[in-house]
């Protein structure tokens, strides 16, 4: 399987803090994405990163990936209380006219005011 | 726009029975999924549909059914409903051979 690991599973930090959160995966990929989960809603995609890209920043977020660890990271700098979710990994492979992704089981992140 | 759709929010079930849930988009995209959450885990696939008239299964498809009524519209069926189907199960979307996924707000079903 190509399934994503988040690691931790929970992270608390303070408000204002950065948070950073890793992805880890078995298999080839085109491309590794990061969704948040709020509470009781469906997930947003937040980024994507494909396989020949290294590093790439969207407002408080940058995510990298090292393609020969197959691994990724997520930092999110300058927490605010308002980024409390879950965060979820997932890696995108084509596969002649379809395209899947395959889901991480995601980090809690609880950013305290 | 509204996005994607879900009806019901909510459900419970008696262990035998069926039921249709349903998924709408409005954003023209040709491709759509369904994946159940379960407490702890990430999103696992259900079916999905690459475009308006194919279907093909998933990760976990054992005891459901899915149907692409149109371009808009996707829906997924239990027959006959189990306790171990109880979860949360999320509709997305996506342009043909898209990597963003726009996810609808998710269906809670609890099946007794």
């Known amino acids: 399987s190509q399934q994503g690991e988040e690691d931790p599973q929970a992270l608390s930090i303070q408000e204002g803090e950065n948070a950073t959160m890793n992805c880890s995966y078995k298999t080839s990929i085109n491309n590794l994405q990061w969704y948040r989960q709020n509470s009781g809603r469906g997930l947003v995609h937040l980024i994507l990163i494909r396989s020949n890209e290294r590093e790439k920043h969207s407002g408080r977020l940058r995510v990298t990936l090292d393609t020969s660890k197959k691994s990724s990271s997520l930092l999110i700098t300058a927490s605010r209380a308002a980024d409390t979710a879950s965060y979820f990994c997932a890696t995108g492979l084509s596969g002649g006219s379809n395209y899947k992704l395959t889901f991480g089981k995601g980090t809690l992140l609880t950013v305290n005011p | 726009n509204a996005g994607v759709t879900q009806t019901p929010k909510f459900q419970v079930l008696k262990t035998g029975q069926s039921m249709t849930l349903q998924c709408a988009q409005d954003?023209?995209?040709?491709?759509m999924y369904w994946y159940r959450q379960d407490p702890g885990m990430g999103l696992r696939l259900i079916y999905y549909?690459?475009?308006?008239?194919?279907?093909d299964k998933g990760e976990v498809p054992n005891g459901y059914n899915v149907s692409r009524l149109n371009k808009r519209e996707f829906s997924l069926r239990l027959e006959s409903a189990a306790p171990s189907q109880t979860s949360v199960y999320f509709c997305a979307s996506s342009e043909v051979g898209g990597e963003t996924q726009y996810f609808g707000p998710g269906t809670r079903l609890l099946v007794l």
């Open positions: 549909s690459a475009s308006e008239g194919t279907t």
């Open positions: 954003m023209n995209h040709n491709s």
